[in-house]
């Protein structure tokens, strides 16, 4: 019910924004985040964006770069990737739940299949 897009190859320092729908559920019952995966890492937490999409948290690796944001009124929400790095590169999983945030000790119920980053130095 969760559905990625977005994703792609870039160049070092470029820019990608990821997307992420949620079917068959009301979109603004649910706080949602980012999560990525590396090839032979663990996943981790990106950024998390509460309900109403005031209230957002990132992880320390970010550092400006990304943005997460929401539009409730159309269903959407989305994670703005800059000044992508090598290092980025992974597959990103949006994540929701309806009843706690989305933080780096708090993952959400509900995964989507992910989408690829790849970033080339």
């Known amino acids: 019910q969760l559905a990625e897009s977005g994703g792609g190859l870039v160049q070092a320092g470029g820019s990608l924004r990821l997307s992420c729908s949620l079917s068959g559920r009301t979109f603004s019952s649910y706080a949602m985040g980012w999560f990525r995966q590396a090839p032979g890492k663990e996943r981790e937490f990106v950024a998390g964006i509460g309900w109403s999409g005031s209230r957002t948290t990132y992880a320390d690796f970010v550092k400006g770069r990304f943005t997460i944001a929401r539009d409730n009124t159309k269903r959407a929400m989305w994670l703005q990737l800059n000044n992508l790095k090598p290092d980025d590169t992974g597959v990103y999983y949006c994540?929701?739940?309806?009843?706690?945030?989305?933080?780096?000790?708090?993952?959400?119920?509900?995964w989507g299949q992910g989408t690829q980053v790849t970033v080339s130095s």
């Open positions: 994540n929701a739940d309806r009843h706690q945030e989305i933080t780096a000790r708090a993952q959400g119920d509900y």
